[in-house]
């Protein structure tokens, strides 16, 4: 799955465990722009969405997300929901 609005990354992996053309970062939230073929999850683009990403890996390039779109293993991720909140309900 494709998302948008990543979070930021750890230092550490930047200057210790990446290589030329990998992507760094580890967890992401964001919105669902496209879906796999191969995911089993019933994700649909709009979705909100967390999760975690093998950031800095020298095998698979892409699986970073500290980017502002991420490549993802659809399966692993869990949806986000909104509270509307008043501002009388915060005590």
């Known amino acids: 799955m494709i998302f948008g609005l990543t979070c930021a ?3 550490k992996h930047i200057d210790n465990m990446s290589v030329p053309g990998c992507t760094s970062g ?5 919105v669902v722009e496209e879906v796999g073929s191969k995911v089993t999850k019933a994700w ?4 909100r969405i967390a999760g975690f990403t ?3 890996n020298q095998v698979q390039l892409e699986d970073g997300c500290f980017a502002e779109y991420c490549v993802a293993k659809g ?3 869990t949806k986000v929901f909104l509270l509307a ?3 009388t309900s915060y005590g």
């Open 54 to 56: 093998h950031g800095a």
């Open 26 to 30: 580890c967890d992401f939230a964001g």
């Open 85 to 87: 909140l008043s501002p």
């Open 9 to 11: 990354i750890p230092r």
């Open 44 to 47: 649909k683009k709009g979705d």
């Open 75 to 77: 399966d692993l991720g």
